[in-house]
Nanobody, 123 residues
Framework: QVQLVQSGGGLVQAGGSLRLSCAAS????????VGWFRQAPGKERESVAA????????YYTDSVKGRFTISRDNAKNTVYLQMDSLKPEDTAVYYC????????????????WGQGTQVTVSS
């Protein structure tokens, strides 16, 4: 029903910045919560940030607070993850995911997923 197309990612130096984008096909995009998740080899997928439907309140996992910023442009059906002060431990495959009318950062609660993009931060 909803397709998510990610862009961004790549290789950056520690301390650098990167912006990820997630474009959705949903017509009623403002009713969708969108989350960013990441998964490193041998690790569980973890929630990084989320921006919730309606009022647009946000969530950040402790390890990225103050460094990452999630935002949305409903006119463009796009959610962004601005990543600043990147650290090698941020290296992972990053996924965006979405679902309508949810207040959750648990991966299993999201029905629609982007294709993922590799973010590599060199020391």
């Amino acid at each position: 029903q909803v397709q998510l197309v990610q862009s961004g990612g790549g290789l950056v130096q520690a301390g650098g910045s990167l912006r990820l984008s997630c474009a959705a096909s949903a017509r009623t995009f403002s009713m969708y919560t969108v989350g960013w998740f990441r998964q490193a080899p041998g690790k569980e997928r973890e929630s990084v940030a989320a921006i919730f439907y309606s009022g647009g309140n946000t969530y950040y996992t402790d390890s990225v607070k103050g460094r990452f910023t999630i935002s949305r442009d409903n006119a463009k059906n796009t959610v962004y993850l601005q990543m600043d002060s990147l650290k090698p431990e941020d290296t992972a495959v990053y996924y965006c995911a979405a679902d309508a009318y949810i207040l959750s950062v648990t991966p299993s609660n999201y029905r629609y997923w982007g294709q993922g993009t590799q973010v590599t931060v060199s020391s």
